[in-house]
C-alpha cells in the first residue's frame, strides 16, 4: 500500500506489515520516506490509544500541519486491543490518499 500526496509517494509497506484502527492505515515508521515528517507541537492523548506525536506532512511547497500522527509508546492494554504493537506506525489524514 501506499500514501501518495500531491504524486509523490511518501510511504510504501505490504498491507500485512501495516495495522487499522478506527478506519486508519498506519504505516511502519521504517516505510515513511525520509523528511517528509516534521514533528508538531500539537498536544494529543488518546483516552484508550495514549500521547500521541503529531507530524506536519512537507512534500514540494505542500506543507499540511498535523496531518499525520503516531503513537510512539501506546498503553499496551492498546497494544493487546489492536493485537499488534503499533509503536510509531504512522497514520496519514484525508489530504494523503492511501492505495493499494
Same mark, same amino acid.
Given at each position: 500500500?501506499?500514501?501518495?500526496?500531491?504524486?509523490?509517494?511518501?510511504?510504501?509497506?505490504d498491507?500485512?506489515?501495516?495495522?487499522?484502527?478506527?478506519?486508519?492505515? @498506519?504505516?511502519?515508521?521504517?516505510?515513511?520516506?525520509?523528511?517528509?515528517?516534521?514533528?508538531?507541537?500539537?498536544? @494529543?492523548? /488518546?483516552?484508550?490509544?495514549?500521547? /500521541?506525536?503529531?507530524?506536519?506532512?512537507?512534500?514540494?511547497?505542500?506543507?499540511?500541519?498535523?496531518?499525520?500522527?503516531? @503513537?510512539?509508546?501506546?498503553?499496551?492494554?492498546?497494544i493487546?486491543?489492536?493485537?499488534?504493537?503499533?509503536?510509531? @506506525?504512522?497514520?496519514?489524514?484525508?489530504?494523503?490518499?492511501?492505495?493499494?
Amino acid at each position: 500500500m501506499k500514501a501518495v500526496l500531491d504524486g509523490t509517494v511518501i510511504a510504501e509497506a505490504d498491507r500485512q506489515d501495516l495495522v487499522s484502527i478506527e478506519g486508519n492505515w @498506519y504505516f511502519p515508521p521504517q516505510s515513511v520516506r525520509e523528511g517528509v515528517l516534521v514533528d508538531s507541537p500539537t498536544p @494529543y492523548t /488518546c483516552p484508550w490509544k495514549g500521547a /500521541c506525536q503529531y507530524y506536519t506532512v512537507s512534500v514540494g511547497d505542500t506543507s499540511l500541519p498535523d496531518r499525520a500522527w503516531a @503513537y510512539p509508546e501506546p498503553y499496551p492494554t492498546a497494544i493487546e486491543r489492536v493485537g499488534k504493537d503499533f509503536s510509531g @506506525y504512522v497514520a496519514f489524514w484525508k489530504e494523503v490518499e492511501v492505495v493499494d
